[in-house]
T-cell receptor, first 113, second 114 residues
Framework: KQEVTQIPAALSVPEGENLVLNCSFTDSAIYNLQWFRQDPGKGLTSLLLIQSSQREQTSGRLNASLDKSSGRSTLYIAASQPGDSATYLCAVRPWTNAGKSTFGDGTTLTVKP | EAQVTQNPRYLITVTGKKLTVTCSQNMNHEYMSWYRQDPGLGLRQIYYSMNVEVTDKGDVPEGYKVSRKEKRNFPLILESPSPNQTSLYFC?????????????FGPGTRLTVT
């Protein structure tokens, strides 16, 4: 059974710092991996989706990488801002059944002004 | 505006009283899914639907039913709710799962079963 782990559970950084969030998964036979952000009491907002054949995706200050062989993905946030404060979740879909999704527990990021 | 909507947003009910949480999307998406989010357990998939009349179980389907009679709607039915179904529920959709389209989430429904 696929397990997805996100470490650390919480992270606090000063504004302007570059940071990396981690996502590990136990079964490397994935169809894709998607990063989301969730603000308190809100739904999930899609940030980036990486297909299994891709190594990375970029959107603005965000860059997500994927290394299937090691079962890891990272989300890099450049020049962090207080508005980046949120919980960041990753989700993987298995190759054998792309209808299923397994989520990590998330990393709660606080960016201090 | 392209969106996934859920109703109601908040619901307090009693054990055993049947309820339905509606989910609707206006993006002509083939794929829809239900999740529940609980502290310490994260987001877990309840049911999903690859297209009209095609549904399948996620990781925690017990106590829930779904149907997909129309492309835009995917209601979640709790026929006899119990307190352990108190949770935050999310509906999501994507254009399809083939070719890896992103999932878009609704705003959530907070359900309390007393």
């Amino acid at each position: 059974k696929q397990e997805v782990t996100q470490i650390p559970a919480a992270l606090s950084v000063p504004e302007g710092e570059n940071l990396v969030l981690n996502c590990s998964f136990t079964d490397s036979a994935i169809y894709n991996l998607q990063w989301f952000r969730q603000d308190p009491g809100k739904g999930l907002t899609s940030l980036l989706l990486i297909q299994s054949s891709q190594r990375e995706q970029t959107s603005g200050r965000l860059n997500a990488s994927l290394d299937k062989s090691s079962g890891r993905s990272t989300l890099y946030i450049a020049a962090s801002q207080p508005g980046d404060s949120a919980t960041y979740l990753c989700a993987v879909r298995p190759w054998t059944n792309a209808g299923k999704s397994t989520f990590g527990d998330g990393t709660t990021l606080t960016v201090k002004p | 505006e392209a969106q996934v909507t859920q109703n109601p947003r908040y619901l307090i009910t009693v054990t055993g009283k049947k309820l339905t949480v509606t989910c609707s999307q206006n993006m002509n998406h083939e794929y829809m899914s239900w999740y529940r989010q609980d502290p310490g357990l994260g987001l877990r998939q309840i049911y999903y639907s690859m297209n009209v009349e095609v549904t399948d179980k996620g990781d925690v389907p017990e106590g829930y039913k779904v149907s997909r009679k129309e492309k835009r709607n995917f209601p979640l039915i709790l026929e006899s709710p119990s307190p352990n179904q108190t949770s935050l529920y999310f509906c999501a959709s994507s254009l399809s799962v083939v070719n890896s389209y992103e999932q878009y989430f609704g705003p959530g429904t907070r359900l309390t079963v007393t």
